[in-house]
């Protein structure tokens, strides 16, 4: 009766939350829920619920897909997401090095789960720097996050073919850099599910400024190719196998005008002006990211032999 008792006040103390969010899982498919974000940058507004982290269903244990930007936004998603079903979080999977996927982590840690990322985030995520959210959102919001990085590091070139729960789990490592130098999709073949994190954008423009356009486009022609129902990014609530051609479509188009700018021998400042692309003008973040991508791919494309 008494580790009952304790057990009941832990479960008490992990419940509560000094912030809310007022997050709502979304049933995806019959294994899937995601939190999805606003189509928004962070802020002391959102608080950095404008990233998607996903749970998924593998009989008796949740396998979390990015578990967001704070450790409160972490904790309050287990608290909604246990009271749908209500089983132990098996592993963690961090898809990238942006800081809004993965400050969650430190909730899970300290409940002794592991979490898996790309080894690169050892040479390129300094733990003990300042994070962009807490620059950017309330102390109130991220009060007790801290950055921990993933338990498990994975090592860039591999792609690894998990059974977890009796689930295949299989953790693709995009080779080079396409959104950043380590990514990661994770692929569930028998759901026909694939959570690409930020190498899919659907309901806002995407920001170029860790990636490499040819390496993305790449990543992407080979998600196009796999078989698949649902197609899960790292922003907006689009979720079916084409959720990924507004950002496909973006990149290809931005690589051809901007490599066509270069052939012609018009400068950056120039291109930065005339390279509108309007018919992509009406989605969120337009006027934030867009000028920013066309300076971002000039540069990469101006030595390039593509």
Not at 147 to 166: A, D, F, M, R, S
């Amino acid at each position: 009766m008494k580790m009952r008792a304790l057990w009941a006040i832990v479960l008490a103390v992990l419940q509560a939350s000094a912030f809310e969010y007022g997050l709502q899982p979304e049933k995806v498919n019959d294994s899937v829920y995601c939190f999805f974000g606003k189509p928004e940058v962070m802020n002391t507004a959102n608080n950095g619920n404008m990233v998607n982290s996903c749970f998924v269903d593998l009989g008796h244990a949740w396998l979390v897909i990015d578990p967001g930007p704070t450790y409160a936004y972490a904790q309050e998603a287990w608290n909604k997401i246990t009271a749908i079903k209500k089983m132990p979080v098996v592993s963690v999977i961090n898809t990238h090095l942006h800081d809004d996927h993965w400050l969650g982590n430190g909730f899970y840690i300290d409940q002794g789960v592991d979490v898996m990322g790309s080894a690169v985030f050892t040479e390129e995520v300094n733990p003990n720097a300042v994070t962009r959210m807490e620059q950017r959102i309330s102390k109130e919001a991220y009060a007790k996050t801290s950055p921990k990085l993933p338990t498990i590091l994975l090592e860039q070139k591999k792609t690894l073919q998990l059974h977890i729960n009796g689930t295949e789990v299989r953790l693709i490592m995009v080779d080079g850099k396409a959104h950043t130098s380590g990514d990661i999709l994770v692929y569930l073949p028998k759901m026909k599910t694939l959570f690409c994190g930020d190498l899919v954008f659907n309901d806002r423009i995407l920001s170029l400024r860790d990636g490499d356009i040819n390496g993305w486009i790449a990543a992407l022609e080979m998600v196009k190719k796999m078989p698949l129902e649902y197609i899960i990014g790292g922003h907006g609530d689009e979720v079916n196998a084409a959720a990924v051609d507004q950002t496909y479509d973006y990149l290809v188009e931005l690589r051809r005008e901007v490599a066509e700018a270069v052939d012609n021998g018009e400068g950056i400042d120039s291109a930065v002006k005339t390279i509108k692309m309007e018919k992509f003008s009406s989605v969120a973040l337009y006027k934030e990211m867009h000028a920013r991508n066309v300076e971002t791919a000039y540069r990469m494309l101006e030595w390039s032999d593509e």
